[in-house]
């Protein structure tokens, strides 16, 4: 289990990338605003996303202040590593979210950033990799 926390405004629907591969017990939080102008979706993207079997909650920014839906997802973020313990992605291309990875870290809890759900298999394959390289 997973969660994924997408900054949409940021990343808008490239983050998404990766959706299809995810599994019934990984759970996708979309945080997004009324005004997406970066969110065109494409028929393959739509269903990409319904087919997912990830489950997938969207959260709609009302407030339309600086840095709103920063704050909410990083709220939501809380509330999550309070009443679960498993590994969790901030999907977003904003480096001010790598200060949550070093204060998680240093409380043991896995927190990353990464630009698309796709990066996380993509790193995960990679570890793989150098894992098989070091026991050779």
Known sequence: MSYYLIDLENVGI?????IEDLKGTDNVVIFHNK?????KITLKQCMEISTSNA????I?????????LDMQL????????ATTNTA??????????DCLRKY???????????TSIKAVFELKDKKKEEQKEEKK
Not at 60 to 68: L, M, V, Y
């Open 88 to 97: 969790y992605y901030i999907v977003s291309k904003d480096t001010g979210y």
């Open 55 to 58: 489950n997938i909650e969207y």
């Open 104 to 114: 998680w870290q240093k409380n043991n809890r896995n927190v990353l950033r990464v």
């Open 74 to 81: 990083v709220s939501q973020l809380g509330f999550f590593v």
């Open 14 to 18: 490239d983050g998404l990338n990766g």
């Open 35 to 39: 005004e997406q102008a970066n969110s």
């Open 60 to 68: 709609e920014i009302k407030n339309g202040t600086p840095n709103a």
